[in-house]
């Protein structure tokens, strides 16, 4: 079956309307899962240039690794900050290649970065609901080998871009979608997030498709519905010409946080579309939300003042 991704706009109002894949629906499974066979694994991406490669998860759609970034001068025995990205692509594609500049950027100011697999509709046949459960997973498997990975366990932040946004949003808010085997001992909250024009909100109000496409569990995996006191603290950059994930969204989550008593700092980005701030895509962009990313990550004592 091919499946398409069709977004259309409504220029006169502040609806958008984006077709996913029926992740709700059977008819998306491929003819072996039909037949009752289980479903084969697939291959992976392949690794990122000069970053370590390491296995965080095993599923039954195939393994998932992290990419892994490090400071020149790092060593054994550290207590580095740590980042972790998850790419867009609407659940359903992407790459980790997405954010290696972020993390080649971050490590060179002594951060541990790491850009992460997680599953996806086109490789692996899965769902939004999976995507978070991985997501989860890579923040606790960073924690849960802090020592190993040197890094701080207590200074562990989850970024991503829309639809990877969305999965790191995930980790901060939503509760449940831990894995029955990892170690609820360790948390899979990070201590802090970047957001890059994220989903926020997977319910009608915020995505017309959400309870089409993600049935009655739409609102399970909404972070602003999980928006709570103690919400790690939060940077978002977002264009406000982005008719894919609209700036209204992101404003409302911000209103939502501050209410809380949580930080939470929303830089506008006027008339830039849906993915400005990458650097194939947008250089003067990509520089400026780093720049301002080094400085949030920096207020929060994660990074030493710039020279």
């Not at 077709?19 to 003819?31: E, G, I, K, V, Y």
């Not at 290649?97 to 080649?104: G, I």
């Not at 989903?199 to 498709?209: F, R």
Request: positive net charge; contains cysteine; aromatic residues 10%.
């Amino acid at each position: 079956m091919n499946f398409r991704f069709t977004i259309a706009l409504i220029a006169c109002t502040l609806a958008v309307t984006v077709q996913f894949p029926d992740f709700n629906s059977t008819s998306t499974l491929s003819a072996a899962e039909k037949k009752g066979k289980a479903t084969a694994k697939k291959p992976g991406w392949r690794p990122l240039k000069d970053a370590e490669f390491k296995l965080y998860k095993q599923t039954d759609q195939g393994d998932l690794h992290l990419n892994i970034y490090k400071p020149a001068d790092w060593k054994p025995g550290d207590s580095r900050p740590a980042i972790v990205f998850f790419f867009g692509g609407g659940w359903r594609s992407g790459n980790p290649s997405q954010f290696e500049p972020h993390c080649r950027y971050l490590a060179s100011r002594g951060m541990v970065a790491c850009s992460a697999e997680y599953r996806i509709k086109t490789k692996h046949n899965t769902t939004p609901f999976e995507c978070v459960s991985d997501g989860k997973s890579a923040v606790r498997w960073i924690r849960e080998h802090a020592a190993e990975l040197g890094v701080d366990p207590n200074r562990i932040v989850a970024g991503g871009g829309s639809a990877g946004g969305h999965v790191a949003a995930c980790t901060g808010t939503v509760t449940g979608f831990d894995e029955p085997d990892e170690n609820k001992k360790v948390s899979s909250v990070p201590n802090a997030m970047a957001l890059f024009n994220p989903v926020v909100d997977t319910t009608e109000t915020g995505w017309k498709g959400g309870p089409q496409q993600l049935g009655e569990r739409c609102k399970e995996i909404s972070p602003i519905h999980f928006v709570r006191k103690g919400t790690p603290p939060t940077i978002i950059f977002h264009g406000t010409g982005d008719t894919t994930v609209l700036f209204e969204n992101v404003e409302r989550f911000t209103d939502q946080m501050k209410q809380k008593g949580n930080r939470c700092e929303l830089i506008p980005y006027p008339d830039q579309p849906h993915g400005f701030f990458n650097l194939s895509r947008n250089k003067k962009n990509y520089d400026d939300t780093i720049e301002k990313l080094d400085a949030f990550l920096t207020s929060l004592g994660y990074l030493p003042p710039q020279k």
